[in-house]
C-alpha cells in the first residue's frame, strides 16, 4: 500500500520555525516530483513548493526565502523547512507524489492526509 505521511507541525509563535517530514512507503518515490502543498480553512488548496528527482526546486512567491524543500531518497522522505513563520501560513499542509514535474493539483497522484500547522500572532 502506497503511504505518504506527513509528520513535524503544530503550533509556533509568528518568527518561529517547524519542520516538516513526508516519509513515503509502498514504493520507491526517488525518480517523482514531490511538493508542498496546503490548505487553509474556506481556501483552496494551495501549491507551495516542490522538488525534482534531480533536487530542482521551486517556490511559490509567499513563502520564497523562508521554507526549504529537500529531500533525502535514501530514507525516502521530503522535508519542508519553515522559518519566520506568519500567522497567515496557518493551514493543514499536504505532501504529494508526482511523475511530472508539475504546480497543479491534478498532477499529483499520491497524497498524504496532512499536518496541521498553526502560527499564532
Known amino acids: 500500500q502506497v503511504q505518504l505521511v506527513e509528520s513535524g507541525g503544530g503550533l509556533v509563535q509568528a518568527g518561529g520555525s517547524l519542520r516538516l517530514s513526508c516519509a513515503a512507503s509502498?514504493?520507491?518515490?526517488?525518480?517523482?516530483?514531490m511538493a508542498w502543498f496546503r490548505q487553509a480553512p474556506g481556501k483552496q488548496r494551495e501549491y507551495i513548493a516542490h522538488?525534482?528527482?534531480?533536487?530542482?526546486?521551486n517556490y511559490a512567491d509567499s513563502v520564497k526565502g523562508r521554507f526549504t524543500i529537500s529531500r533525502d531518497n535514501a530514507k525516502n522522505t521530503v522535508y519542508l523547512q519553515m522559518n519566520n513563520l506568519k500567522p497567515e501560513d496557518t493551514a493543514v499542509y499536504y505532501c504529494?507524489?508526482?511523475?511530472?514535474?508539475?504546480?497543479?493539483?491534478?498532477?499529483?497522484?499520491?497524497w498524504g492526509r496532512g499536518t496541521q500547522v498553526t502560527v499564532s500572532s
Open positions: 504529494a507524489a508526482s511523475s511530472q514535474i508539475a504546480i497543479a493539483t491534478t498532477w499529483y497522484n499520491y
Open positions: 522538488i525534482t528527482k534531480t533536487g530542482n526546486t
Open positions: 509502498g514504493r520507491t518515490f526517488s525518480s517523482d516530483t
